[in-house]
């Protein structure tokens, strides 16, 4: 592959990259959209059947989510390495070569603590929100006003 050809194919990875990363952002949202909607349709469901236990099914169900985003984002996470060596490469004039998303996708994955670094994710405030609110309202309603007959 000639140099012309290589950095055409660089660019055009970045810009793959970039809508990547982008429509992680767009699932992250229907994620959030899921848990808030399901959850909050358990706290109402609790007390129109009058059943405390859809309370903490609701937390619980807000806890899932929750998680699934973090694990969500942590593999959002392990494009940018690659994004930033393309945008490390074209900066500073070195030559890199294209179309290494894979492999530099399961490099960082593998070199970022793979799923464990969905923990310290889960701690991101636009990652836990609005997750913890109605993790906390289910549990919270649970122990101070559960639904009585």
Same mark, same amino acid.
């Given at each position: 592959?000639d140099e #012309? #050809?290589?950095?055409?194919?660089? !660019?055009?990875?970045?810009?793959?990259?970039?809508?990547i990363?982008?429509?992680?952002?767009?699932?992250?949202?229907?994620?959030? #959209? =899921?848990?808030v %909607?399901?959850?909050?349709?358990?706290?109402?469901t609790?007390?129109?059947?009058?059943? &405390?236990m859809?309370?903490?099914?609701?937390a619980?169900? $807000?806890?899932?989510f929750?998680?699934v985003e973090?694990? =969500?984002k942590a593999?959002?996470?392990?494009?940018y390495?690659?994004i930033h #060596?393309?945008e %490390?490469?074209? $900066? %500073?004039?070195?030559s890199?070569?294209?179309?290494?998303i $894979?492999?530099?996708?399961?490099?960082? =994955?593998?070199?970022?603590g793979?799923?464990?670094?969905?923990?310290?994710?889960?701690?991101?405030?636009?990652?836990?929100?609005?997750? !913890?609110?109605?993790?906390?309202?289910?549990?919270?309603?649970?122990? !101070?006003? &559960?639904?009585?007959?």
């Amino acid at each position: 592959m000639d140099e #012309a #050809a290589r950095a055409k194919a660089l !660019v055009d990875e970045y810009f793959q990259l970039q809508r990547i990363v982008e429509d992680f952002d767009a699932r992250a949202l229907t994620i959030k #959209a =899921w848990s808030v %909607t399901l959850s909050a349709a358990g706290i109402v469901t609790a007390y129109a059947q009058l059943k &405390p236990m859809i309370l903490l099914v609701a937390a619980f169900s $807000a806890l899932v989510f929750w998680s699934v985003e973090a694990l =969500w984002k942590a593999n959002q996470q392990a494009f940018y390495a690659r994004i930033h #060596a393309i945008e %490390t490469a074209v $900066a %500073t004039g070195e030559s890199l070569s294209p179309l290494q998303i $894979a492999t530099s996708w399961s490099r960082a =994955w593998r070199d970022n603590g793979r799923s464990r670094r969905a923990l310290g994710i889960m701690a991101w405030p636009h990652v836990l929100l609005p997750h !913890v609110l109605v993790a906390a309202a289910g549990l919270i309603l649970y122990l !101070v006003a &559960p639904p009585a007959p």
